[in-house]
């Protein structure tokens, strides 16, 4: 699994870029839940995103999963995208995989990538 | 137009019934009217309506064809977890067609159907015996559909009390997938409680979540592990403490029969899955049927009408049964009085066909069954949760060493025609396969299921690819379910392209 260290990451698997303001989900995350064939961003830009709701629901052929808020601030863009082309959360979490773009974006509970790296090696067994 | 095609591996496959058609074929002809035909309005015809065009002995062949596709519960083994998709005993199906059930309507006067009733209030009274409540509605149309009863029931019972701030559903990781979506319909935030290590529910993290805003905790006990919760008394109490209710989620009540009644433990109110636990057809035979019993202090909430005796009889004269409506129903959570024949008269048929040291055993058999599965299969595949199981366990479907996955130790199961387990539920396990044997089964069943097993296993050390590819042995091979989820095309294919597909 791949966790950039200028990310911040949650216990839930999701990602938070401080100098960019996106949020995704993990590599980790979408390797467990195998190939994603869905996804709703349930937030639109402009909205109020506090730390830990919800701001996407995905499903793989596996399961089906909320997306949590890594942090709080105002949305200013969301991925359409994703609707069709949900493949691209299992290609490229990091990068066209984004899902929320927040202005002044406050990371929640958070984690650095070395802390996140041994919870979900911790997690493997 | 052939009917059959034969594919390069030579296997058989069936045309879409839309590839059968031939335009001007009929099934029936109708006679000549006896009255003036009359042509409808032309703003009332369409000329795009793509229906089949058949004979009837065509459509029958079609359908038979598809058919011996399918694989039963009648063909052979049937291990899928938490559904408990056990075997129909064929007298239910004799007593549901008795044309005194068969051939009544809900809305006749009750005078007409008393044997009707009757047998929905014996029903209702032993239902009350199994589980130790003390009032049991038979309106909900199945499971889920009687947790969406039971929820409004807990609801309204609070608000009764001018309890108004309880907004919180608490639900186990281990609870049935239904349970969060049950209480997300009625407006309720639903709030995930983990297991800890030995499967149970986490005593700490819930009583760090109990508060005067939780309406209620949903506990499945068993739960999707299989594990009964060691603690399960305590959990009750903790919730019970903060002023919330107990829900349980009788879905897995077969590993219970006749041994603990949820009632006796402090549930407040459960849901039957009597297309689960009492041997009505599901999963494509329903419909289902979902009772929900209710503690003393809950009696007045439930859905009206129950049946009740409206005139009680003597030794000379049966008694007057007829419907009752509760002091504070929630109202009708469904049109008429349940799954009458189709769920109730096939209920009351496996019930007293059992009795009660038959029920009991029942239990004991499904319990015996999953436990010796497992013991089988220990060592094998992990067992994340490893203890004395009830009616299932859940393993990991994976080989150490090897990079197989539980899709395709399940897919190689076909090759030996063997039902696949439920895969990937509950998500708390990885990779997982969950095993209900039920209690059905004799032990050389469950011996040549288990060396299958032990057997796939070896493949996915000496020939992983056998796995990856699986089934061979099937009229179709691996699907592509990646592209059935995202290209939501239903269509036809002209059969040379089927066989590709």
């Known amino acids: ?100 773009q927040l202005e002044n974006g406050a990371p929640g509970e958070v984690m650095d990538a070395a802390a996140y790296e041994a919870y979900c090696a911790e997690r493997e067994h | 137009m052939t009917e059959l095609i034969l594919t390069e591996e030579a296997k058989v496959v069936e045309p879409t019934i839309f590839d059968l058609s031939s335009p001007g074929r009929t099934g029936v002809t109708f006679p000549d009217p006896d009255v003036p035909r009359a042509e409808l309005p032309d703003s009332m015809l369409r000329a795009d309506l793509p229906l089949p065009e058949l004979a009837e002995v065509d459509v029958v062949r079609h359908y038979t064809r598809l058919s011996k596709f399918n694989y ?57 015996e199994i589980s130790g409540f003390a009032a049991v509605t038979l309106q909900p149309a199945a499971g889920a559909h009687g947790e969406f009863t039971g929820v409004l029931i807990m609801r309204a019972y609070h608000k009764s009390r001018g309890d108004d701030k309880r907004v919180k559903m ?29 499967g149970n529910v986490d005593i700490e993290a819930l009583k760090a979540q109990c508060d005067d805003t939780v309406v209620g905790i949903m506990l499945t006990n068993p739960n999707t592990l299989g594990m009964f919760d060691e603690h399960v008394e305590e959990v009750i109490k903790i919730v019970h403490d903060c002023g919330g209710l107990v829900y349980g989620d009788g879905a897995n009540l077969n590993a219970l ?34 009772p929900v019993g209710v503690a003393a202090h809950l009696a007045d909430f439930l859905p009206a009408p129950l049946v009740g005796i409206l005139e009680e009889g003597d030794d000379e004269l049966a008694p007057l049964f007829g419907f009752v409506t509760p002091e504070k129903s929630i109202g009708r959570m469904k049109a008429f009085h349940g799954h009458f024949g189709g769920g109730l008269v096939r209920a009351f048929t496996y019930i007293v066909m059992h009795g009660p040291d038959g029920l009991k055993d029942i239990a004991q058999y499904a319990v015996l069954n999953a436990n010796y599965v497992q013991a089988r299969l220990r060592g094998v595949y992990p067992i994340p949760y490893d203890r004395i199981c009830m009616h299932e366990f859940v393993a990991e479907g994976r080989v150490e060493g090897t990079d197989v996955r539980a899709l395709d130790i399940a897919k190689r ?71 059935a989820a995202r290209e939501l095309v239903l269509c036809c294919w002209l059969p040379e392209d089927y066989s590709n597909q």
């Open chain 2, 413 to 483: 199961l076909m090759d030996y025609n063997f039902h696949p387990p439920t895969n990937y539920f509950p998500l708390i396990v990885h990779e997982a396969l969950m095993i209900e044997p039920t209690e059905t089964e004799n032990k050389d069943t469950l011996d040549r299921f288990a060396d299958v097993l032990i057997q796939i296993a070896e493949e996915a050390k000496t020939d992983p690819d056998l796995l990856k590819s699986a089934p061979h042995n099937t009229k179709f091979g691996r699907m592509d379910e990646v592209k």
């Open chain 2, 170 to 198: 608490l639900i186990p990781d281990s609870a049935h997938g239904t349970n969060p979506a049950s209480s997300g319909m009625i407006g309720l935030d639903v709030v995930q409680i983990p297991s800890d290590a030995r």
């Open chain 1, 1 to 100: 699994m791949n966790a950039p260290a200028n990310l911040k990451y949650t216990k839930s698997d999701e990602w938070f870029d401080p100098a960019t303001g996106k949020m995704g989900l993990t590599d980790y995350a979408q390797g467990q839940l195998s190939d994603i064939v869905f996804v709703e961003i349930l937030v639109e830009a402009g909205d109020a995103v506090e730390a830990g709701t919800a701001i996407a629901s995905v499903e793989s052929v596996k399961a089906s999963a909320e997306i949590y808020a890594s942090a709080g601030g105002s949305a200013v863009a969301v991925n359409e995208s994703l609707a069709d082309a949900p493949e691209v959360l299992n290609s490229d979490p990091y990068g066209a995989g984004w899902m929320v």
């Open chain 2, 72 to 128: 039963s519960v009648d063909d052979g083994f049937y291990p899928l977890g938490s559904c408990t998709m056990k075997y129909n005993p064929k007298i239910n199906e004799d007593t549901c067609r008795l044309p005194g059930f068969l051939f009544t309507h809900p809305l006749q006067p009750i005078e007409t159907v008393q044997g009707n009733l009757a047998l929905m209030h014996t029903l209702q009274e032993w239902l009350k």
């Open chain 2, 257 to 290: 029969l006749g041994i603990v009644r949820p009632g006796d433990l402090g549930i407040d109110v459960m849901h039957f899955n009597l297309h689960k636990t009492f041997a009505v057809p599901h999963g494509g035979g329903g419909p289902g049927s979902g």
